[in-house]
T-cell receptor, first 114, second 113 residues
Framework: DAGVIQSPRHEVTEMGQEVTLRCKPISGHNSLFWYRQTMMRGLELLIYFNNNVPIDDSGMPEDRFSAKMPNASFSTLKIQPSEPRDSAVYFC????????????FGQGTRLTVV | AQSVSQHNHHVILSEAASLELGCNYSYGGTVNLFWYVQYPGQHLQLLLKYFSGDPLVKGIKGFEAEFIKSKFSFNLRKPSVQWSDTAEYFCAVATGGGNKLTFGTGTQLKVEL
Protein backbone atom coordinates (compact mmCIF):
# COMPACT_ATOMS: atom_id res chain seq x y z
CA ASP A 1 0.00 0.00 0.00
CA ALA A 2 1.34 3.44 -0.89
CA GLY A 3 0.11 5.01 2.30
CA VAL A 4 -1.69 8.32 2.56
CA ILE A 5 -0.84 10.46 -0.42
CA GLN A 6 -0.96 14.23 -0.32
CA SER A 7 -0.41 16.75 -3.05
CA PRO A 8 1.22 19.08 -3.59
CA ARG A 9 4.15 18.64 -1.22
CA HIS A 10 4.93 22.33 -1.33
CA GLU A 11 2.74 25.27 -2.28
CA VAL A 12 3.70 28.92 -2.40
CA THR A 13 0.91 31.33 -3.17
CA GLU A 14 0.09 34.97 -2.90
CA MET A 15 -2.27 36.35 -0.33
CA GLY A 16 -5.82 36.33 -1.60
CA GLN A 17 -5.40 33.37 -3.89
CA GLU A 18 -7.34 30.13 -3.58
CA VAL A 19 -5.40 27.09 -2.41
CA THR A 20 -6.53 23.48 -2.73
CA LEU A 21 -4.78 20.68 -0.91
CA ARG A 22 -5.48 17.08 -1.87
CA CYS A 23 -5.44 13.79 -0.05
CA LYS A 24 -5.86 10.16 -0.99
CA PRO A 25 -6.37 7.97 2.08
CA ILE A 26 -5.27 4.38 2.46
CA SER A 27 -7.66 2.02 0.70
CA GLY A 28 -10.18 0.56 3.14
CA HIS A 29 -9.80 3.33 5.68
CA ASN A 30 -13.13 4.96 6.38
CA SER A 31 -11.93 7.85 8.52
CA LEU A 32 -10.00 10.83 7.24
CA PHE A 33 -8.49 13.69 9.20
CA TRP A 34 -7.01 17.05 8.26
CA TYR A 35 -4.45 18.51 10.66
CA ARG A 36 -2.51 21.75 10.62
CA GLN A 37 0.93 22.04 12.21
CA THR A 38 2.56 25.33 13.17
CA MET A 39 5.32 26.26 15.57
CA MET A 40 2.97 28.35 17.65
CA ARG A 41 -0.03 26.02 17.91
CA GLY A 42 1.41 22.56 17.31
CA LEU A 43 -0.85 19.97 15.71
CA GLU A 44 -4.46 21.03 15.39
CA LEU A 45 -7.29 18.87 14.10
CA LEU A 46 -9.21 20.87 11.53
CA ILE A 47 -11.89 18.41 10.45
CA TYR A 48 -12.53 14.72 10.22
CA PHE A 49 -14.77 12.52 8.13
CA ASN A 50 -16.26 9.09 8.70
CA ASN A 51 -17.57 7.33 5.60
CA ASN A 52 -17.18 10.56 3.60
CA VAL A 53 -19.39 12.50 6.02
CA PRO A 54 -17.92 15.40 8.03
CA ILE A 55 -18.24 14.49 11.70
CA ASP A 56 -16.47 17.32 13.45
CA ASP A 57 -15.38 20.54 11.81
CA SER A 58 -15.03 22.54 14.99
CA GLY A 59 -11.33 22.98 14.34
CA MET A 60 -11.79 24.75 11.02
CA PRO A 61 -10.50 28.23 11.80
CA GLU A 62 -12.99 30.26 9.80
CA ASP A 63 -15.22 30.33 6.78
CA ARG A 64 -12.25 30.72 4.46
CA PHE A 65 -11.54 27.05 5.07
CA SER A 66 -13.64 24.28 3.59
CA ALA A 67 -13.16 20.54 3.17
CA LYS A 68 -14.88 17.95 1.06
CA MET A 69 -14.74 14.22 0.65
CA PRO A 70 -16.69 13.35 -2.49
CA ASN A 71 -15.76 9.67 -2.29
CA ALA A 72 -13.85 7.22 -0.13
CA SER A 73 -10.58 7.76 -1.95
CA PHE A 74 -10.27 11.52 -2.18
CA SER A 75 -10.52 14.62 -0.04
CA THR A 76 -9.71 18.28 -0.51
CA LEU A 77 -9.01 21.14 1.85
CA LYS A 78 -9.58 24.54 0.32
CA ILE A 79 -8.58 27.95 1.58
CA GLN A 80 -10.19 30.92 -0.13
CA PRO A 81 -8.90 33.57 0.14
CA SER A 82 -5.56 32.59 1.62
CA GLU A 83 -3.72 34.76 4.15
CA PRO A 84 -0.11 34.74 5.39
CA ARG A 85 -1.23 33.36 8.77
CA ASP A 86 -2.42 30.23 6.98
CA SER A 87 1.20 29.29 6.32
CA ALA A 88 1.73 25.90 7.92
CA VAL A 89 2.19 22.23 7.18
CA TYR A 90 -1.13 20.53 6.52
CA PHE A 91 -1.32 16.81 7.18
CA CYS A 92 -3.94 14.37 6.08
CA UNK A 93 -4.36 11.12 8.00
CA UNK A 94 -6.61 8.11 7.66
CA UNK A 95 -7.65 5.21 9.84
CA UNK A 96 -10.11 2.39 10.06
CA UNK A 97 -13.47 3.61 11.22
CA UNK A 98 -13.79 2.81 14.85
CA UNK A 99 -11.27 2.79 17.68
CA UNK A 100 -8.48 0.30 18.38
CA UNK A 101 -6.51 1.57 15.44
CA UNK A 102 -3.99 4.25 14.79
CA UNK A 103 -4.03 7.06 12.26
CA UNK A 104 -1.60 6.91 9.35
CA PHE A 105 -0.26 10.24 8.20
CA GLY A 106 0.64 11.56 4.79
CA GLN A 107 3.85 13.45 4.06
CA GLY A 108 2.11 16.77 4.44
CA THR A 109 1.78 19.89 2.31
CA ARG A 110 3.94 22.84 3.29
CA LEU A 111 1.92 25.94 2.47
CA THR A 112 3.52 29.35 2.32
CA VAL A 113 1.30 32.36 1.71
CA VAL A 114 3.24 35.52 0.85
CA ALA B 1 -13.05 18.07 26.07
CA GLN B 2 -9.95 15.98 26.50
CA SER B 3 -6.50 17.51 26.55
CA VAL B 4 -2.96 16.20 26.47
CA SER B 5 0.01 17.78 28.25
CA GLN B 6 3.64 17.20 27.46
CA HIS B 7 5.71 18.99 30.02
CA ASN B 8 9.11 18.73 28.38
CA HIS B 9 9.26 20.95 25.33
CA HIS B 10 12.94 20.54 24.58
CA VAL B 11 15.21 17.75 25.76
CA ILE B 12 18.91 17.41 25.02
CA LEU B 13 20.68 14.14 25.79
CA SER B 14 23.98 12.52 25.05
CA GLU B 15 24.05 9.23 23.21
CA ALA B 16 23.46 6.22 25.49
CA ALA B 17 21.61 8.30 28.05
CA SER B 18 18.19 7.14 29.20
CA LEU B 19 15.08 8.94 28.08
CA GLU B 20 11.75 9.56 29.71
CA LEU B 21 9.21 11.93 28.20
CA GLY B 22 6.13 12.83 30.19
CA CYS B 23 2.58 12.75 28.92
CA ASN B 24 -0.58 13.41 30.92
CA TYR B 25 -4.12 13.51 29.66
CA SER B 26 -7.36 14.77 31.08
CA TYR B 27 -10.29 12.45 30.48
CA GLY B 28 -12.07 10.23 32.94
CA GLY B 29 -13.33 7.52 30.62
CA THR B 30 -11.87 4.92 28.30
CA VAL B 31 -8.80 6.08 26.41
CA ASN B 32 -6.56 4.81 23.66
CA LEU B 33 -3.07 6.25 23.90
CA PHE B 34 -0.39 6.78 21.29
CA TRP B 35 3.11 8.07 20.84
CA TYR B 36 4.09 9.36 17.43
CA VAL B 37 7.51 10.46 16.22
CA GLN B 38 8.29 13.07 13.59
CA TYR B 39 11.81 13.04 12.19
CA PRO B 40 13.04 16.33 10.71
CA GLY B 41 11.11 17.18 7.58
CA GLN B 42 9.01 14.05 7.70
CA HIS B 43 5.49 13.01 8.59
CA LEU B 44 4.29 11.51 11.84
CA GLN B 45 4.91 7.83 12.37
CA LEU B 46 3.50 5.62 15.08
CA LEU B 47 5.96 4.52 17.77
CA LEU B 48 3.57 2.59 19.97
CA LYS B 49 -0.01 2.42 21.15
CA TYR B 50 -2.06 1.30 24.12
CA PHE B 51 -5.63 0.08 23.87
CA SER B 52 -6.02 -2.37 26.76
CA GLY B 53 -4.25 -5.13 28.63
CA ASP B 54 -0.66 -4.93 29.82
CA PRO B 55 -0.04 -1.26 30.74
CA LEU B 56 3.59 -1.56 29.67
CA VAL B 57 3.69 -1.44 25.90
CA LYS B 58 6.68 -1.89 23.67
CA GLY B 59 7.06 -0.15 20.37
CA ILE B 60 9.53 0.14 17.57
CA LYS B 61 13.19 1.12 17.91
CA GLY B 62 13.43 0.10 21.56
CA PHE B 63 10.82 2.52 22.86
CA GLU B 64 8.29 1.61 25.51
CA ALA B 65 5.59 3.41 27.43
CA GLU B 66 3.70 2.77 30.62
CA PHE B 67 0.05 3.58 31.13
CA ILE B 68 -0.68 4.55 34.73
CA LYS B 69 -4.42 5.05 34.95
CA SER B 70 -4.38 6.55 38.43
CA LYS B 71 -1.98 9.24 37.28
CA PHE B 72 -3.57 9.79 33.85
CA SER B 73 -0.10 9.33 32.44
CA PHE B 74 1.51 7.57 29.50
CA ASN B 75 5.23 8.30 29.69
CA LEU B 76 7.61 7.28 26.94
CA ARG B 77 10.93 5.66 27.78
CA LYS B 78 14.03 4.37 26.11
CA PRO B 79 16.97 3.00 28.11
CA SER B 80 19.69 4.18 25.73
CA VAL B 81 19.10 6.81 23.06
CA GLN B 82 20.93 7.10 19.76
CA TRP B 83 21.76 10.10 17.64
CA SER B 84 19.15 8.89 15.15
CA ASP B 85 16.43 9.36 17.79
CA THR B 86 16.68 13.11 17.29
CA ALA B 87 13.10 14.04 16.43
CA GLU B 88 9.91 15.51 17.79
CA TYR B 89 7.72 13.21 19.86
CA PHE B 90 3.97 13.58 20.21
CA CYS B 91 1.66 11.97 22.69
CA ALA B 92 -1.97 11.57 21.57
CA VAL B 93 -5.22 10.31 23.02
CA ALA B 94 -8.46 9.03 21.53
CA THR B 95 -11.43 8.79 23.83
CA GLY B 96 -14.61 6.78 24.14
CA GLY B 97 -13.59 4.11 21.66
CA GLY B 98 -13.41 6.64 18.85
CA ASN B 99 -10.52 7.40 16.57
CA LYS B 100 -10.33 11.19 16.78
CA LEU B 101 -6.85 12.01 18.10
CA THR B 102 -5.96 14.90 20.34
CA PHE B 103 -2.24 15.63 20.34
CA GLY B 104 0.04 17.14 22.90
CA THR B 105 2.28 20.04 21.95
CA GLY B 106 5.23 17.78 21.30
CA THR B 107 8.72 17.35 22.77
CA GLN B 108 11.73 18.18 20.67
CA LEU B 109 14.51 15.69 21.46
CA LYS B 110 18.08 16.32 20.43
CA VAL B 111 20.64 13.59 20.93
CA GLU B 112 24.25 14.69 20.86
CA LEU B 113 27.18 12.49 19.94
Amino acid sequence: DAGVIQSPRHEVTEMGQEVTLRCKPISGHNSLFWYRQTMMRGLELLIYFNNNVPIDDSGMPEDRFSAKMPNASFSTLKIQPSEPRDSAVYFCASSRPQGYTEAFFGQGTRLTVV
Amino acid sequence: AQSVSQHNHHVILSEAASLELGCNYSYGGTVNLFWYVQYPGQHLQLLLKYFSGDPLVKGIKGFEAEFIKSKFSFNLRKPSVQWSDTAEYFCAVATGGGNKLTFGTGTQLKVEL
